[in-house]
């Protein structure tokens, strides 16, 4: 038994004793499911005891010692795994509780690259979820014990998300600085919403004409996973703008929800709705961030044309062309834009819906092309897309 690491020379003051003839072994065993070895979970247990000889028990955690020291077995251990200098899950193969390979050398390699996979997807977990995988599938325990040991309540379940914004100039200047907290409170129905619905985040700011950097970070605040996004944009000087037709951003999405479906931090009022850029009849399109889209859905796109020094409006024609190898295989038909102006920006809304039936597996280069073909004006954007199937 590991007791003698930490019993070795030296005896325990009395309250210190009690806790470790309680719960040496759950620290042990949690330690050991981490790392996979015996010598490191030993090294485990016997670093918990001696901090709590050297400091305490610390006072909040005197209620519960036994999720205090399960939580410390993890944090230990998943810090023994990052310094590993070796990446496996077990240094002794014995250990492992499945049949002696058969394969000789081949199977051997095999079971070391799985363990490190398993090893490598460990290290990315926070201690919470670590901890809540441990206490389900190695101990068994239910969720409401789970909740119990470690001090949160089922009924009390919620979703936090912590949004950040930053938006930059081209001089690296910050322009724009905005946090958010998104909270869902996670009853049984919006449980089930969320497993096909994705949780919408809307803001806008107001910068003048250049282009910009724009950044996202968005923190889980009850398992402290965080998510990244950047991306470039630019805001047209409609002023210097007398030969081309300037456009927005374009925005691609396969998705179109009504807009009392989504989940909002703040509930939006029907008049706040109108002449949202994304909002047409009442459904909102849900930008792609990723931009693979399934050939079995269609492919929304929108952006805006400024027809600045145009008096009335005119038409525009708008089509999307898709590019494999520098050679055409797809192209939308032309969409006849005549309508829809805005009365002060001048900015016309231009929406297309591609169907992607047609289009074979694969990566493409997509561009959209608008045409004032009464200016003789023209307006060209390219990305990079992919479709599955």
Same mark, same amino acid.
């Given at each position: 038994?590991?007791?003698?690491?930490?019993?070795?020379?030296?005896?325990?003051?009395?309250?210190?004793?009690?806790?470790?003839?309680?719960?040496?072994?759950?620290?042990?065993?949690?330690?050991?499911?981490?790392?996979?070895?015996?010598?490191?979970?030993?090294?485990?247990?016997?670093?918990?005891?001696?901090?709590?000889?050297?400091?305490? @028990?610390?006072?909040?955690?005197?209620?519960?010692?036994?999720?205090?020291?399960?939580?410390?077995?993890?944090?230990?251990?998943?810090?023994?795994?990052?310094?590993?200098?070796?990446?496996? @899950?077990?240094?002794?193969?014995d250990m492992l509780e499945i049949p002696a390979a058969q394969g000789g050398e081949h199977d051997d390699a095999r079971m070391r690259q799985e363990s490190e996979r398993l090893t490598k997807a460990m290290t990315q977990l926070t201690p919470r979820a670590l901890e809540v995988l441990l206490?389900?599938?190695?101990?068994?325990?239910?969720?409401?014990?789970?909740?119990?040991?470690?001090?949160?309540?089922?009924?009390?379940?919620?979703?936090?998300?912590?949004?950040?914004?930053?938006?930059?100039?081209?001089?690296?200047?910050?322009?724009?600085?905005?946090?958010?907290?998104?909270?869902?409170?996670?009853?049984? +129905?919006?449980?089930?919403?969320? @497993?096909?619905?994705?949780?919408?985040?809307?803001?806008?700011?107001?910068?003048?004409?250049?282009?910009?950097?724009? !950044?996202?970070?968005?923190?889980?605040?009850?398992?402290?996973?965080?998510?990244?996004?950047?991306?470039?944009?630019?805001?047209?000087?409609?002023?210097?703008?007398?030969?081309?037709?300037?456009?927005?951003?374009?925005?691609?999405?396969?998705?179109?929800?009504?807009?009392?479906?989504?989940?909002?931090?703040?509930?939006?009022?029907?008049?706040?709705?109108?002449?949202?850029?994304?909002?047409?009849?009442?459904?909102?399109?849900?930008?792609?961030?990723?931009?693979?889209?399934?050939? #079995?859905?269609?492919?929304?796109?929108?952006?805006?044309?400024?027809?600045?020094?145009?008096?009335?409006?005119?038409?525009?024609?708008?089509?999307?062309?898709?590019?494999?190898?520098? +050679?055409?295989?797809?192209?939308?038909?032309?969409?006849?834009?005549?309508?829809?102006?805005?009365?002060?920006?001048?900015?016309?809304?231009?929406?297309?819906?591609?169907?992607?039936?047609?289009? #074979?597996?694969?990566?493409?280069?997509?561009?959209?092309?608008?045409?004032?073909?009464?200016?003789? !004006?023209? +307006?060209?954007?390219?990305?990079?897309?992919?479709?599955?199937?």
């Amino acid at each position: 038994m590991p007791a003698a690491a930490v019993r070795q020379n030296d005896s325990l003051p009395e309250g210190l004793e009690q806790l470790f003839q309680e719960h040496s072994r759950l620290v042990y065993r949690t330690a050991f499911a981490v790392t996979g070895s015996r010598h490191d979970a030993e090294d485990v247990l016997q670093s918990v005891f001696v901090k709590l000889l050297q400091r305490g @028990l610390p006072p909040d955690a005197r209620s519960n010692a036994a999720r205090y020291l399960h939580r410390a077995a993890v944090n230990l251990s998943l810090n023994v795994l990052r310094n590993r200098k070796r990446r496996r @899950l077990v240094d002794d193969v014995d250990m492992l509780e499945i049949p002696a390979a058969q394969g000789g050398e081949h199977d051997d390699a095999r079971m070391r690259q799985e363990s490190e996979r398993l090893t490598k997807a460990m290290t990315q977990l926070t201690p919470r979820a670590l901890e809540v995988l441990l206490l389900y599938y190695k101990q068994g325990d239910s969720t409401a014990q789970i909740a119990g040991r470690l001090g949160t309540s089922r009924s009390a379940k919620r979703l936090t998300l912590d949004v950040l914004v930053e938006v930059k100039d081209s001089y690296g200047a910050t322009q724009r600085n905005m946090r958010h907290r998104i909270e869902v409170s996670l009853t049984a +129905a919006n449980a089930e919403r969320l @497993l096909t619905q994705p949780v919408q985040y809307d803001t806008g700011f107001t910068v003048l004409p250049g282009q910009y950097v724009l !950044k996202f970070l968005v923190r889980d605040a009850e398992v402290g996973r965080i998510g990244t996004y950047q991306t470039s944009f630019t805001i047209p000087n409609l002023n210097r703008e007398p030969t081309r037709l300037p456009i927005s951003s374009v925005v691609l999405g396969s998705q179109r929800l009504t807009v009392n479906e989504a989940l909002y931090n703040v509930k939006t009022a029907d008049k706040q709705s109108i002449g949202h850029p994304l909002i047409d009849s009442g459904r909102k399109l849900l930008p792609s961030v990723t931009r693979v889209f399934s050939a #079995s859905r269609d492919m929304y796109v929108y952006l805006e044309a400024y027809e600045q020094y145009a008096e009335p409006m005119q038409p525009l024609i708008a089509y999307a062309s898709f590019y494999r190898e520098g +050679a055409k295989v797809y192209e939308s038909q032309p969409v006849t834009v005549t309508g829809g102006v805005h009365r002060t920006s001048k900015a016309v809304p231009v929406r297309l819906t591609i169907p992607l039936t047609s289009l #074979s597996p694969g990566r493409y280069d997509w561009q959209v092309t608008i045409i004032d073909p009464t200016g003789h !004006k023209a +307006a060209f954007w390219q990305t990079a897309v992919a479709i599955v199937p």
